[in-house]
Structures are given as C-alpha cells and as structure tokens.
C-alpha cells in the first residue's frame, strides 16, 4: 500500500457541512493525488499536489479544497457538502523512487452526502 | 484530446478462456499506459505498464499488447481464473505532467 493510510474509511454526513478528508504517508513521497471513483465515469482527478503548500487543480475540482502543510499530510476539503459528492475518494502517490512513473493508491474513502 | 476510452464495460468470462479489454487515446504525448486491478473495497493497484517503443510487454498471464499508430492498447488475461475477477482500469499519462487520465473501468467476471 506504499505506506498510504486514508481517514476516515467511511464517512456518513449531511448535505450542507463541511467535510475533510485526510491522507497520510509515511514515505516522504512528493507527489500526492486527491480522486474520485464513480460508476460509469472511473477515476477522476480532483486535486495534485507536488510539494508542501504546492497543490493544483484537477479536472473536478469545483466544490472541493486541498492543503499540504507538511509533506506528509494531504487533506480534502468539502467546503458545503452536496449529495452529487457522495463517492469513493482514493489519495494517490507517485514514487519517483521506481522512476517517477507509478501511481499508488490508498484504501479509499466511502463519503455519502445525505 | 485528454480522453482513454475503455471497452467492454462488463465481461464475463469462464475459466481458462482469454479475457481481452481494450483502450483508445487520441492524446500522442502520452508516453505511459499503466493498467490497475481493483478488488471490491480495495483501492486499484498497478498491474502491467508500458512504454510506445514496445509494442507488446508480458507479465505471467497479463499481456499488454501496444498499437501506436492506431492508438491503441489491450490487455490480455490468459487462462483466466476466478481470482482475477475485479475492475480493470487503463489510464495514461505524459511524462513530466503528473498527471493520469483512466478509462472508464472494466468489471470482469471469471465463472468456474
């Protein structure tokens, strides 16, 4: 699992609240990779970051937030939380140890929006 | 431009036959085709990859078969078992962008 610990695993929450989720890795990795799962449409981008407090903006990135204040740590934000955000959110990594290439995922993250 | 598009949706297979799905890109920067496994409630994990200079690469039973004048590229699971029923996930991605574009996902069925 390269060392990738989402949190929470399951989360259950009401429309209209804020949201945030959090992955954490142990391997000093400097890429890291906020997507969403959904049924009919596979992995989308949400948010990257390339390094501490350096983050951009994937191909759905509208309604969702991202900070790295240490190089371990990349939270989600869901400012006001809508049901059309309910999904399986999935943080990756880039190890550029195996050449830069690879991307590693963590368990997911279940989030329904009630 | 930015789009994988990935086929069949679904497949079932049975034991022992060659499980086939397939990928198209239009992107021609694309210098990376990686192909994910995913296990109900596990996240996808890297599989096979290629490269363009290749045009076909085998790992045990995954073979990913590489047509870059069509733009295309396919896996291929031989003597498929019930252990490799999972969703299947093509993607791509351009060296130096940090970025990958997955298809749409395959859920495959092995029937014993």
């Known amino acids: 699992d390269a060392g990738i610990t989402q949190s929470p695993r399951h989360k259950v929450t009401e429309t209209g609240t804020p949201v945030t989720l959090r992955c954490h890795q142990t391997?000093?990795?400097?890429?890291m990779y906020w997507y969403r799962q959904d049924p009919g449409h596979g992995l989308r981008l949400i948010h990257y970051?390339?390094?501490?407090?350096?983050?951009d903006k994937g191909e759905v990135s509208d309604g969702y937030s991202v900070s790295r204040s240490k190089t371990e740590d990349f939270l989600l934000t869901l400012e006001s939380a809508t049901s059309s955000q309910t999904s399986v959110y999935f943080c990756?990594?880039?190890?550029?140890?195996?050449?830069?290439?690879?991307?590693?995922f963590g368990q997911g993250t279940r989030l329904t929006v009630v | 431009q930015q789009q994988v598009k990935q086929s069949p949706q679904s497949l079932i297979v049975q034991k022992g036959g060659i499980s086939i799905i397939n990928c198209a890109y239009e992107?021609?920067?694309?210098?990376?085709f990686p192909w994910y496994q995913q296990f109900p409630g596990k996240g996808p994990a890297l599989l096979i990859a290629?490269?363009?200079?290749?045009s076909e690469k085998k790992e045990g039973r995954f073979t990913i078969s590489f047509n870059k004048s069509a733009k295309q590229f396919s896996l291929h699971i031989m003597d498929s078992q019930p252990g490799d029923s999972a969703t299947y996930f093509c993607?791509?991605?351009?060296?130096?962008?940090?970025?990958?574009?997955f298809g749409t996902g395959t859920r495959l069925k092995v029937l014993a």
């Open positions: 990756a990594i880039r190890d550029l140890a195996l050449g830069g290439t690879e991307a590693f």
């Open positions: 391997e000093n990795h400097r890429y």
């Open positions: 970051s390339y390094g501490v407090k350096d983050t």
């Open positions: 992107n021609t920067a694309f210098d990376y």
């Open positions: 290629i490269r363009p200079d290749v």
């Open positions: 993607a791509a991605t351009t060296s130096g962008t940090y970025k990958y574009i």
